[in-house]
């Protein structure tokens, strides 16, 4: 440990200062995800054709996640490797209540396919902080849903869609030191996403129940129906599933009502299209 910090800061001591000017820029259809806590700005960049997937609107993904501190110095991870980052815009989430956030991501390869990763500031560098398993095949994406106390023990767990294109599984992970561990799977095919498409929120998570743990609001396979579902005593279980509704494209999110909760989509032509789901509707 003694030698790990020594060369930590050695490391810090020596690195150039990257001015925000001379950051390189997000990748084509990412964007900058802005935080709250210690990290001010994150996107993705230097678009890298190294690994032929191209499920999100082209085939170049990104071998670099950029951070911006709230002091404005910028950090940069560079893969340099075989794995690229397969994602548009990080999340900012603090999994581990420290106050400070992650920029969560997934890291693929032809190998193994993808697998969510947070990534952090500690002592002015930018580090990966957790890693989740990964798929274990090449050409197999997962789509990020968020990270949120999912069953109700005050520690936040992250989710994610495995393969939304091909049988989507909700799959619920818990950090375990610098892992994160699978806790909770569903069966139910769920989808987040479109193969081809730049749109990669078509989940949300809310407490739609008001029990204090966050549920699942998420599109059935072929994203034509909104279902809820909760993970109760370590299970997920769907609680509610919509009638048939116009395609799910886009921008799904969900904001409360006097009587529960209303889902707001973008739909086929950029049309939004709305559906309210009541707290009574929900099986136990
Ligand atoms: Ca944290
Ligand atoms: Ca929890
Ligand atoms: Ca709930």
Redesign the pocket.
């Known amino acids: 440990m003694r030698l790990a910090l020594a060369t930590l800061c050695f490391l810090v001591a020596t690195a150039p200062a990257v001015a925000r000017a001379d950051a390189p820029p997000p990748i084509p259809d990412g964007s900058v995800a802005e935080g709250t806590r210690d990290i001010a700005r994150t996107w993705l960049a230097e678009p890298t054709d190294r690994y032929p997937h191209g499920v999100l609107g082209d085939a170049l993904e990104a071998n670099a996640l950029v951070v911006e501190g709230r002091d404005g110095t910028i950090s940069i991870h560079r893969l340099n490797d075989d794995t690229v980052f397969e994602f548009l815009t990080p999340m900012l989430a603090d999994i581990d209540g420290d106050g400070l956030d992650e920029a969560w991501v997934v890291r693929a390869d032809a190998r193994d396919g993808g697998r969510l990763e947070g990534y952090g500031l500690a002592a002015g560098k930018l580090i990966r902080r957790y890693e989740g398993p990964a798929i274990g095949n090449g050409f197999r994406w997962l789509n990020p849903i968020g990270i949120?106390?999912?069953?109700?023990?005050?520690?936040?767990?992250a989710a994610y869609i495995e393969t939304p294109h091909i049988g989507g599984v909700l799959t619920v992970l818990?950090a375990k030191g610098d892992k994160l561990e699978i806790t909770a799977r569903a069966i139910t095919a769920y989808s987040t996403h479109k193969i081809g498409s730049t749109s990669l929120d078509l989940g949300a998570i809310a407490d739609i129940d008001g029990d204090g743990?966050e549920d699942f609001i998420l599109p059935n396979q072929v994203h034509d129906r909104i279902a809820i579902v909760s993970?109760m005593n370590g299970k997920l279980v769907e609680r509610w599933r919509s009638k048939r509704l116009t395609r799910i494209i886009g921008g799904l999110r969900v904001t409360p009502t006097d009587s529960g909760f209303q889902v707001t989509y973008r739909t086929t032509g950029g049309a939004e299209n709305q559906v309210t789901v009541s707290v009574s509707d929900l099986t136990q």
């Not at 949120?148 to 767990?157: L, M, N, P, Q, S």
């Open positions: 949120g106390d999912f069953d109700g023990d005050g520690k936040a767990e818990k743990a993970l």
